[in-house]
């Protein structure tokens, strides 16, 4: 009885066996890696071991390969020809390759099976992922996964798929409108009044409208064609018209988007501005304490006295908060920035717009690590 049941266990586990199917074989060919901190030797394994995991093929290891091939031959073969011929060499029933090349802020793999009975690739996969070598690991898998059409972890997907976007493409064809500007501004509140106050009483005597010449300097740190981040430097000089320059630089940070480079700043313009320090309380008008004192008026040093804009003062160090939107016109190789601005300070508002123009030399592609 024991021999029987021996037998039948036999028995069952032959037909077992019979009836599991026979894995293809696969050979790894040529292994390309360039720009990448990694060699073809490490990625080999790489792939040896997620196509193992696969448990789809029968792998030649590359000890195997090299002893029937040699290293050099192994390595350089990359092409649909040489892989079927070296499959054909080592009664493989598929060969493949694989290319690993970085390209500034991603990595871009490429992965083929040539099936070679028939001598045709049956499988082809391209992929770009981030710039993280320590990750190639996890992207070769990927990669195997697509090439064999098996489920992909998608959060490991996401995380490591390159993504051509705005925030990603840091360095792409970015606009630069550093250039001379000009424009005009109309003052408002005490700034305004003064300009329209007369002469005698530390005013300038005429209209609140001042014409601006200057020129900006962009410097970008992101962007692509749809989207920069830029900082821009401002030196300006307003008022000469009226015999009273006023200079100025602002320093305004920034973004342009969309395809019609729209433009929203904002940051501190610094200025000097001459100030002299008064007071109301006599009899309404404004008037200094020397003024006061020439008039012999005896309370005058217990009076409420504070600066205003006026010819008659000293020159002081003043800074305003500048808040710009603008649009860039682009006919042809020229860009015409147009912006609207708003320059506030405890004195008033400032209201302008400013035109610019400079040409469009080239394009500048960088890429960066």
Known sequence: MKKIVLMCLGLYAYNSF???PQLPSMVIAGIEVRNIASNEDILRSVIYKSLV???????????????????????ECMGKECLGKVGAQLSADFAMSASYEGLGDRILISMKIVNVKTGEIEQNEIEQF?????????????MIYKLLKTDVDLTVYKALFFKDGPTASAGLGKMNNSGPRIGFAVATGENGE??????RDGGVGTMPVLFNIGYQLEVQYAGSEKFSGLFEFLGNVAGMEHGTPI????IMHGVRFGKGAWEIAMGPSFTMKRLVSGTTDYDGSFKTYQELYSLGVSDAASMDYFKRPDTRGATYFSTNFIFAVGKTFRPGALNVP???????????????VSLGINITRSRKYTYTK
Request: proline share 3%; aromatic share 12%; hydrophobic share 30%.
């Open 53 to 75: 995991n696969s448990k789809k093929y029968v792998v030649n290891d590359r000890y195997d390969v090299a002893e029937k091939l040699g290293d050099n031959k192994m390595k």
């Open 194 to 199: 003064f300009f329209t106050r007369n002469e």
């Open 247 to 250: 200079p100025s630089l602002a």
């Open 18 to 20: 019979a009836q599991t």
């Open 338 to 352: 147009l912006n609207f601005y708003a320059s506030m300070n405890k004195y008033g508002t400032t209201y302008g």
């Open 130 to 142: 981030e710039n993280q070598p320590r990750e190639l690991n996890r992207m070769t898998d990927i």
